[in-house]
């Protein structure tokens, strides 16, 4: 069966550090991968994705994922976080059928 | 450039009372996906369509009933209200049924039951 799986529910970073969430999948065939981030009562931004090719993908706000199929991994890194960072951050994969397969989210909290 | 519009962004209803949440999707994207979000929960896969028709379906309760028109904007229906029923609901679209690429979600429509 397909699923996603985020080991870290919160995470907590000074301004200025790196970050990396990690991201397990568990699927079938070849994955689409994404990463959203969602602000507190607003809907999901695609932070990047990926299809296929080059295995490290760059997406917005400075954000990257690597994808390591030896691994089942799709860890979202940012070398430097922004305050404005601090949301909730859902690692998903599909489709598969016609469904998208969230995992249960990473909340981020950034220290001044 | 135009997102997925979804209405009413703010709904209260009574227990046992029906809402109906709409999902206008991206021009041209004829596949719409709903999702519904607990407080503090990732998003639970409800129903999606593709071409009017359904194409999936998740966790909807019996009942929660939706359709998509032909110009491809979704209705999800929700009736008999319960208090856990209260929650963030996601519309989400995209082109071409399967294999079709990543989602464009609407900002969501708050639900709360009393």
Redesign the interface.
């Known amino acids: 069966a397909q699923s996603v799986t985020q080991p870290d529910i919160h995470i907590t970073v000074s301004e200025g550090a790196s970050l990396e969430l990690r991201c397990n999948y568990s699927y079938g065939a070849t994955p ?1 991968l ?1 990463w ?1 981030v969602q602000s507190p ?6 932070l990047l ?1 990926y ?1 296929s090719g080059d295995t490290l993908v760059q997406g917005i706000k400075g954000f990257e994922a690597e994808f390591k199929r030896s691994q089942s991994s799709f860890n979202l890194r940012k070398p430097s976080v922004h305050w404005s960072d601090a949301a909730e951050y ?1 690692c ?1 994969v599909g ?1 598969t ?9 990473t909340s981020l909290t950034v220290i001044p | 450039a135009a997102g997925v519009i979804q209405s009413p962004r703010h709904l209260i209803k009574e227990k046992r009372e029906t809402a109906t949440l709409k999902c206008y999707p991206i021009p041209r994207h004829d596949t719409v996906y709903w999702y519904q979000q607990g407080p503090g929960q990732d998003p639970q896969f409800l129903i999606s369509f593709y071409e009017k028709m359904q194409s999936d379906k998740g966790s909807i309760p019996d009942r929660f009933s939706a359709q998509q028109f032909s110009d491809y904007h979704s209705e999800l229906n929700m009736s008999s209200l319960e208090l856990g029923d209260s929650a963030l609901y996601f519309c989400a679209s995209t082109m071409g049924g399967e294999r079709s690429g990543e989602l464009f979600f609407g900002e969501g429509s708050r639900l709360t039951v009393l």
């Open positions: 689409y994404f959203y009562g607003q809907g999901l931004q695609l994705k299809f859902f998903a489709p059928g016609n469904q998208f397969y969230f995992g249960t989210g």
